[in-house]
DNA sequence: TTATAAAAAGATAAAAAAATCTTTATATAT
DNA sequence: ATATATAAAGATTTTTTTATCTTTTTATAA
């Protein structure tokens, strides 16, 4: 579903969300034992969402990585988008280039309803989202 | 979400399904161009299959692939099993170990839902109920 | 201005997945 | 019996993903 790297990327962004802001950064190594991510993986996927604008870093010292309010706001998806590309959520079960609702593949009907709701919870809710379960109780870290 | 291998061996499946059974058999290469899989590839996923009794074969002269009835209702996620392993489909979206409905990641709220009526139809869907859709025209080949 | 601390970039290595090739076993028909 | 057609098994290769290592750039502070 996911790939490892997007779901490192994703508890990297959970954990900056919570515990970083501009003048509040954190280093590469540092999260990375934090989040149980070998550290030189877990640079190279930042800077890929630095590069994107869904994360922020500085060089030097007390430089690091952080998510300001902008990227804490944006839908979950984006990140995963930013990592694995859009067409590995959105491709046909199968991998039939023509399946859509009007040449549905077989397991067309019994997945893409799931599926549809999962794409939209995930471009629905942000990151923040996640943040204010975890704070109420609602889910959990370690991550 | 499924491996090359699975989705592979599910088109392989229901084309087996549909134009198969002990006396019309196919064999691997005719199978192989007909879904546009790698010949090489469809075999060695079909004595996977064959091994752990969800296809049938015979060698030899006049041999083949095909299923049997008792095949053709095994739910679908049984193939899926067979190729992918289980933790495939049931493991957390994050890769967490620790992560349950009493312990939820993150995510768990807000995937979990989709992934459990996912798998619900797939348990409960059995290929030939795949096959009754395409006759219906309620989906389609080619595959 | 120099030393240092950090991310960025790029190159490389290791592991896993996808795909192919070769050999062996088995069934059928002649 | 022999030749042939096929799947089964096993070995190998290729590609992709995962992970690491090295060099460069940039910012800070002494």
Do not use: W
């Amino acid at each position: 579903m996911l790939s490892n790297s997007s779901k490192y990327a994703l508890k990297a962004v959970l954990y900056l969300a919570i515990h970083t802001s501009s003048e509040n950064k954190i280093l590469a190594r540092d999260l990375a034992s934090l989040i149980n991510v070998p550290p030189a993986y877990i640079a190279k996927l930042l800077q890929e969402l630095v590069r994107k604008n869904l994360a922020h870093s500085e060089k030097g010292p007390h430089g690091g990585f952080y998510l300001d309010e902008l990227n804490k706001n944006e839908p979950v998806i984006n990140f995963i988008y930013a990592i694995d590309g859009e067409d590995k959520l959105n491709s046909c079960l199968l991998g039939l280039s023509h399946c859509n609702h009007l040449n549905p593949c077989p397991l067309h009907h019994l997945a893409n309803p799931m599926r549809d709701a999962l794409l939209n919870n995930l471009k629905h809710k942000c990151i923040n989202d996640l943040v204010i379960d975890i704070k109420n109780g609602k889910s959990s870290l370690p991550l």
